[in-house]
């Protein structure tokens, strides 16, 4: 089992930065694969980017690529999203996933889930 845990999430205006982090315990973090997914109200659930387990590749929805950069540690258990030039339509609640690279990028699929951390974007 790993536990996931979301932190960072809050209330700022277009043009912001906020860095998301993903507290990891448990079984070992870097044995999987690690994604951020967000979902607005009344819309599905969006991938938003995916790390390898090294961290040395990573992947990004087209609507947040060159603005939202995706990392971890290893060494803390910890990954991280940082979101630059925030916009209202990043309005969302925040979840990390662990599980299999392909699964999470694809499928938004992964093997364990944080809650969630609530992200508003106001104009």
């Known amino acids: 089992q790993v536990q996931l845990v979301e932190s960072g999430g809050g209330l700022v205006q277009a043009g912001d930065s906020l860095r998301l982090s993903c507290a990891a315990s448990g079984r070992t973090f870097s044995a999987y694969a690690m994604g951020w997914f967000r979902q607005a109200p009344g819309k599905e659930r969006e991938f938003v980017a995916a790390?390898?387990?090294?961290?040395?590749?990573?992947y990004y929805a087209d609507s947040v690529k060159g603005r939202f950069t995706i990392s971890r540690d290893n060494a803390k258990n910890t990954g991280y999203l940082q979101m630059n030039s925030l916009k209202p339509e990043d309005t969302a609640v925040y979840s990390c996933a662990a599980g299999n690279l392909i699964f999470l990028r694809m499928r938004l699929r992964g093997d364990y889930w944080g809650q969630g951390t609530q992200v508003t974007v106001s104009s």
């Open positions: 790390v390898s387990e090294s961290g040395s590749r990573t």
